[in-house]
């Protein structure tokens, strides 16, 4: 069974950091490009990021560029979010995913994503 289990959010002041983890389990870690994802409360859901180890390429979305640094840790089958300068709009439930990484870029739309975790919540106070 696959499962993706995040952890890290939590509440925090602007300007605050926070690190979240993405732990993965039941699949071939080097297969899949791992994806982190937010949604905040009465929007659409949002890719932020994303990491291929396949290439070692990374995406980020202009709202979190110079702000957020995506890290995968191979011997844990852990991917990191390390998020810096926070701000009252990165509140959201952040969810990582994983797709099967099939081509160079790490640019999957979220509908392409195989697996999904629970998300956890990152509060960010003004």
């Known amino acids: 069974e696959v499962q993706l289990v995040e952890s890290g959010g939590g509440l925090v002041q602007a300007g605050g950091s926070l690190r979240l983890s993405c732990a993965a389990s039941?699949?071939?870690?080097?297969?899949?490009?791992i994806g982190w994802f937010r949604q905040a409360p009465g929007k659409e859901r949002e890719g932020v990021s994303c990491?291929?180890?396949?290439?070692?390429?990374?995406y980020y979305a202009d709202s979190v560029k110079g702000r957020f640094t995506i890290s995968s840790d191979n011997a844990k089958n852990t991917v990191h979010l390390q998020m810096n300068s926070l701000k009252p709009g990165d509140t959201a439930v952040y969810y990582c995913?994983?797709?099967?990484?099939?081509?160079?870029?790490?640019?999957?739309?979220?509908?392409?994503?195989?697996?999904w975790g629970q998300g956890t919540q990152v509060t960010v106070s003004s």
């Open positions: 039941g699949l071939s870690f080097d297969d899949y490009a």
């Open positions: 995913a994983a797709v099967l990484d099939i081509r160079a870029g790490c640019n999957y739309r979220m509908n392409e994503y195989d697996y």
């Open positions: 990491i291929s180890r396949r290439d070692a390429s990374t």
